[in-house]
């Protein structure tokens, strides 16, 4: 199927969503998206569209600017840019005019963050650690959350909230002083493929074998009866049937939840995904598919807005060999590559899963670790620690590897003791659990009888409970491989 096809079958779906009308009307029409409440990107160009009669004149004002335009004579679009407006708490009004007046009161200009992926993104705020408490403080007028409408926080509404968008946004909020827009766009149960535009996956050969596969009545698994789990858990947070969703098309998501988007100002993306994919053989490829959407999101919007991922946290029973091959590794690698991309950033949550919850409960770190890097790297709060730390470079120095990482603010930390969840392997590929010695940010790492190693790997499994590495502010360290041997060795 065509993204042409797919998207004539689509748009009944995205007016729902966005209320926008699709064809030529006698009058102006607005995505639901501006509408009382919303929260506008400060400091950037804002671009306002809808519909209205073919030929029509459309004026729209607001914080003392006016543009124009003329609806197309076929379909009835019209868009304008606004010049870029200061943040501010001050409500504003959003007036649009052609042979009706619309109008979107109580508006504020702030940081608008598209957060997107599947039931982590989606679990509610009633479902998390210190749920009542979280509530009953959830008084914050100043950030709002789009679903369907634009919401004002506070403790009657925040309940409903999206836990790790909301920690998130308050992260943001308090730490910069200006209001903060939450665009919820995710959906449990949901693979990478679903959220990328289909024409751009199928123009990547390795791609292939999982589109032509994604319809197959059951999907291979590292761990069957995990996902089991995953699905169940994943219709509890929704309320719904996830394999459901994951029968949809590849890119259905990206059109329905995404394409109605667009150019919407924001300052950027949270994405919290992953967890569909690493039940697959294709757990490897994660990388390469999450720089592709990546890649391809930007380009529809026409720059590189601030993209923060989650690193997956542990799942699954102990870490009991010092490397297992397990798909939710891969995945955290996936994510890892991801950082080689421009403006990218990544929250490590290893220490905050739960062995038998894939939706765990502690998503007030979560949200705190993915608020220190936007605080320090998009709103230049320097003082702030953006990451846990990452491997810089490595050597072999006779029986040793010594690793030098960055981000280790103030010197690398074994908390315990000395570091756990750490392996080393000779050519062989044998692995064996690990010595280490910590120097200021240099960890040098042996096992006596490794006589040549070759490769180290850190908190290589689904579930590495003792991964006990940090920096000085706190952070924990991403898993990560010094190797590029493939999967299975």
């Known amino acids: 199927?065509?993204?042409?096809?797919?998207?004539?079958?689509?748009?009944?779906?995205?007016?729902?969503?966005?209320?926008?009308?699709?064809?030529?009307?006698?009058?102006?029409?607005?995505?639901?998206?501006?509408?009382?409440?919303?929260?506008?990107?400060?400091?950037?160009?804002?671009?306002?569209?809808?519909?209205?009669?073919?030929?029509?004149?459309?004026?729209?004002?607001?914080?003392?600017?006016?543009?124009?335009?003329?609806?197309?004579?076929?379909?009835?679009?019209?868009?304008?840019?606004?010049?870029?407006?200061?943040?501010?708490?001050?409500?504003?009004?959003?007036?649009?005019?052609?042979?009706?007046?619309?109008?979107?009161?109580?508006?504020?200009?702030?940081?608008?963050?598209?957060?997107?992926?599947?039931?982590?993104?989606?679990?509610?705020?009633?479902?998390?650690?210190?749920?009542?408490?979280?509530?009953?403080?959830?008084?914050?007028?100043?950030?709002?959350?789009?679903?369907?409408?634009?919401?004002?926080?506070?403790?009657?509404?925040?309940?409903?909230?999206?836990?790790?968008?909301?920690?998130?946004?308050?992260?943001?909020?308090?730490?910069?002083?200006?209001?903060?827009?939450?665009?919820?766009?995710?959906?449990?149960?949901?693979?990478?493929?679903?959220?990328?535009?289909?024409?751009?996956?199928?123009?990547?050969?390795?791609?292939?074998?999982?589109?032509?596969?994604?319809?197959?009545?059951k999907a291979e698994s590292t761990d069957p009866a995990q996902a089991e789990i995953d699905k169940k858990q994943a219709a509890e947070v929704e309320g719904k049937n996830a394999a459901g969703t994951q029968k949809k098309s590849p890119g259905y998501l990206f059109e329905d939840r995404i394409v109605p988007l667009v150019p919407y100002a924001i300052r950027g993306v949270v994405w919290y995904q992953g967890e569909a994919n690493s039940y697959t053989v294709n757990a490897p490829l994660y990388g390469r598919q999450l720089a592709l959407m990546i890649g391809d999101w930007r380009k529809r919007w026409g720059y590189d807005f601030a993209f923060l991922t989650v690193q997956l946290p542990e799942l699954g029973g102990p870490q009991k060999e010092p490397v297992e091959d397990s798909g939710r590794a891969w995945v955290r690698e996936g994510v890892l590559q991801s950082l080689s991309l421009p403006n990218v950033g990544m929250a490590v949550t290893l220490g905050t899963g739960e062995e038998k919850n894939n939706h765990p409960k502690n998503k007030q770190d979560v949200g705190r670790r993915l608020g220190m890097w936007a605080l320090n790297t998009v709103y230049g709060k320097k003082e702030i620690a953006s990451s846990g730390p990452l491997v810089a470079s490595h050597k072999i120095a006779g029986d040793k590897i010594v690793i030098t990482f960055t981000h280790t603010d103030g010197g690398l930390v074994a908390k315990g003791g000395k570091v756990k969840a750490l392996a080393i392997a000779g050519a062989d590929h044998k692995w064996a659990w690990a010595e280490s010695k910590i120097d200021g940010d240099t960890l040098t790492v042996w096992n006596a009888d490794v006589k040549d190693p070759a490769a180290v790997r850190y908190a290589w499994a689904g579930n590495p409970a003792e991964a006990n590495l940090f920096n000085g502010a706190g952070l924990p360290a991403s898993q990560f491989r010094t190797d590029d041997w493939p999967a299975g060795k």
């Not at 749920?131 to 007028?141: D, F, I, L, Q």
Request: charged letters at 20%; glycine letters at 10%; hydrophobic letters at 40%.
């Open 1 to 217: 199927m065509t993204i042409k096809h797919l998207h004539l079958r689509l748009i009944g779906t995205a007016a729902v969503l966005l209320g926008c009308a699709l064809t030529a009307s006698a009058k102006v029409k607005l995505p639901t998206i501006f509408s009382d409440h919303m929260v506008l990107q400060a400091g950037v160009p804002v671009p306002v569209w809808g519909t209205a009669e073919g030929n029509e004149k459309v004026t729209v004002t607001i914080a003392g600017q006016t543009k124009s335009a003329t609806a197309g004579k076929g379909d009835g679009k019209w868009q304008v840019t606004l010049d870029p407006i200061t943040a501010g708490s001050k409500p504003l009004t959003l007036t649009v005019q052609g042979e009706n007046t619309l109008t979107a009161k109580d508006v504020l200009i702030g940081e608008v963050w598209l957060c997107s992926g599947q039931s982590n993104m989606v679990l509610p705020l009633t479902k998390v650690n210190d749920a009542e408490r979280e509530v009953k403080e959830g008084n914050w007028p100043q950030i709002r959350m789009f679903t369907t409408k634009w919401v004002i926080c506070s403790p009657e509404t925040v309940g409903s909230f999206s836990a790790v968008a909301y920690f998130f946004s308050r992260e943001i909020h308090k730490g910069t002083g200006l209001p903060v827009g939450a665009i919820n766009r995710a959906a449990g149960g949901t693979p990478i493929e679903l959220w990328t535009n289909l024409d751009v996956q199928k123009q990547v050969p390795e791609l292939k074998p999982i589109l032509d596969a994604f319809d197959a009545p």
